[in-house]
């Protein structure tokens, strides 16, 4: 299956590793992390959100702890090519060589558990943005919820009483974090319920094309 450089899932697969990549070289510049909030002048929760990959933080957020760890080189390389304008000169020097073309492949960690987070976290992505956009469809998670908690089983009761809240409130962040209890709360959530079919299937066979390794060529 051919997955778009567009595709949300492959945004969001990219975050989460750029965020790894933080945490690991800070660990490995033995930097705790009260010692590297400090200097980056964040707080140490902003710091966990940046390392999760999670989109909260600014993009200053993510540049400053990019330069605290000696890397923000590799953005400039970026910005540097994206701004140079072009002039006669260079066109003239493009015309006379073919342009290098390197092959990109992207792929998730097939590990059961990150494999599967990285899905709950896709499909929890694309519900809340159809539940903002379509009042209707809070009613009808808000309907399910309900449903669940009049069962009575207490396995789940914690959670579905902190997705009522979730709900009534716009507490988005709460199920969308990359912190322990956000992935109990998807776990546990009425949110799959309001995705059509064909976009289940669509953000699923996407997971399943990251799991091959997703090939893009860059010029």
Do not use: C
């Not at 595709?7 to 965020?19: A, E, I, P, Y």
């Amino acid at each position: 299956m051919l997955v778009s450089s567009n595709s949300s899932v492959l945004q969001l697969h990219l975050l989460l590793k750029f965020g790894d990549r933080l945490r690991r070289l800070r660990e490995s510049q033995g930097l705790s992390t009260a010692e590297m909030a400090s200097r980056v002048g964040i707080s140490r929760a902003t710091l966990r959100a940046v390392e999760a990959g999670d989109p909260t933080p600014s993009i200053g957020t993510y540049l400053r702890v990019m330069s605290a760890l000696g890397i923000v080189g590799d953005l400039a390389l970026l910005a540097d090519d994206v701004m140079r304008p072009v002039t006669s000169n260079t066109e003239a020097a493009g015309a006379s060589r073919e342009a290098p073309l390197a092959r990109i492949v992207v792929s998730a960690d097939t590990t059961r558990h990150r494999i599967q987070d990285l899905q709950s976290l896709a499909l929890h992505e694309e519900a809340v943005r159809r539940v903002r956009a379509d009042p209707a469809l809070l009613q009808q998670a808000q309907a399910v919820l309900q449903k669940w908690l009049d069962t009575g089983d207490q396995r789940s009761a914690n959670l579905w009483i902190e997705w009522k809240d979730i709900l009534e409130h716009g507490r988005w962040r709460k199920a969308l974090g990359r912190t322990h209890r956000a992935q109990e709360l998807r776990q546990a959530s009425p949110m799959a319920t309001v995705l059509p079919p064909e976009v289940r299937k669509r953000i699923l066979g996407e997971i399943r094309a990251l799991k091959e390794g997703i090939g893009m060529d860059r010029l």
